[in-house]
């Protein structure tokens, strides 16, 4: 089964960094883009930004540029999302997703998502 | 980028209704549009992509339509298990990007 396994959930102060992942399993992990999406609480879903791990090509949200890093390791088919200095404000549930295209230069949609990872940034 | 908006923003609808959500584009996007749905404390689950074609193993019920820039999900007969938050996403250019919502609750 096609499964993407995210990080466990995390309590931080602001201020703080962070490195959440998510591991993918039972497919060809280069050749997919992963995107990262948030959701606030009580909130809709936003697009983060996308990487492919092949080549680590990375497309990044307007609203998340600066704000986050993206990464891979494709020895271990995982993915990061990281924060150098958290804000209260990142308080939210962090989900990755596959976009089940295979290819590069095309998309096909979310088809499999990871379990989320709840970030809570308190003093 | 990409502006999706999405309506309504919530409905109540009774078992075995017909449900309608629409999603507008800013630009033309051809077909590159999905719809996923999210139920309360769960990830969210792939629906329809390219606009139309329904993903594996979601029910018949559900049915997607459009191009161009105006999109619709329909369910043609709600199941208890559909009321749910919707979503639109937009994958025809980065940065890739959903619409608000729409809220299906009981009637």
């Known amino acids: 089964e096609v499964q993407l396994v995210q990080s466990g959930a995390e309590v931080k102060k602001p201020g703080e960094s962070l490195n959440i992942s998510c591991r993918g399993s039972?497919?060809?992990?280069?050749?997919?883009?992963i995107a990262w999406v948030r959701q606030l609480p009580g909130k809709g879903l936003e697009l983060m930004g996308i990487?492919?791990?092949?080549?680590?090509?990375?497309r990044y949200s307007p609203s998340f540029q600066g704000q986050v890093t993206m990464s891979v390791d494709k020895s271990i088919s995982t993915a990061y999302l990281q924060w150098s200095s958290l804000k209260a404000s990142d308080s939210a549930m962090y989900y990755c997703?596959?976009?089940?295209?295979?290819?590069?230069?095309?998309?096909?949609?979310?088809?499999?998502w990871g379990q989320g990872t709840t970030v809570t940034v308190s003093s | 980028a990409i502006q999706m908006t999405q309506s309504p923003s919530s409905l109540s609808a009774s078992v075995g209704d017909r449900v309608t959500i629409t999603c507008r584009a800013s630009?033309?996007?051809?077909?590159?549009v999905g719809w996923y749905q999210q139920q309360p404390g769960k990830a969210p689950r792939f629906l329809v992509f390219?606009?139309?074609g329904l993903q594996n193993g979601v029910p018949s019920r559900f049915g997607g339509s459009g191009s161009g820039t105006d999109f619709t999900l329909t369910i043609t007969s709600l199941q208890p298990e559909d009321f749910a938050t919707y979503y639109c996403?937009?994958?025809?250019?980065?940065?890739?990007?959903f619409g608000q919502g729409t809220k299906v609750e009981i009637k």
């Open positions: 997703a596959r976009d089940g295209s295979g290819s590069h230069s095309d998309s096909y949609g979310m088809d499999v």
């Open positions: 390219a606009a139309s």
């Open positions: 039972t497919y060809s992990f280069n050749h997919y883009w």
């Open positions: 996403l937009q994958n025809y250019n980065t940065p890739w990007t």
């Open positions: 990487i492919y791990p092949g080549d680590s090509d990375t």
């Open positions: 630009q033309d996007i051809r077909n590159k």
